[in-house]
């Protein structure tokens, strides 16, 4: 099993920055990315940023040029660095793990939410 933990978010002003932080633990071998989804108010969860196990990363339109997914692989973590937030990055953001079991199977693992308020 794979426990995914968020953590980092809070109140910012428009134009700030803040940066997440997921850790995770247990059976890591075979997980093949690692990612942000976010879920605005009356809105479907969309992805933010996803890296996969080469490094290659993949960002949602609206937070292109905005945000960075990173990683540190000996601390089991990824990491979103947000900059120039806008209200509209206003949402609860979650980290997803997908471990490949097999070559028919992936599981999927998400953290309980980590809630992101851009507010003057």
Request: charge should be positive; charged fraction near 20%.
């Amino acid at each position: 099993q794979v426990h995914v933990v968020e953590s980092g978010g809070g109140l910012a002003q428009p134009g700030g920055s803040l940066k997440l932080s997921c850790e995770a633990s247990g059976i890591l071998f075979n997980i093949y990315t690692m990612g942000w989804y976010r879920r605005a108010p009356g809105k479907e969860r969309e992805v933010v940023a996803v890296i996969s196990r080469d490094g290659s990363q993949n960002y949602g339109d609206s937070v292109k040029g905005r945000f960075t997914i990173s990683r540190d692989i000996t601390r089991n973590s990824v990491y979103l660095q947000m900059n120039s937030l806008k209200p509209e990055d206003t949402a609860v953001y979650y980290c997803n793990a997908k471990r490949r079991v097999n070559a028919f199977k992936e599981e999927d693992y998400w953290g309980q939410g980590t809630q992101v308020t851009v507010s003057s």
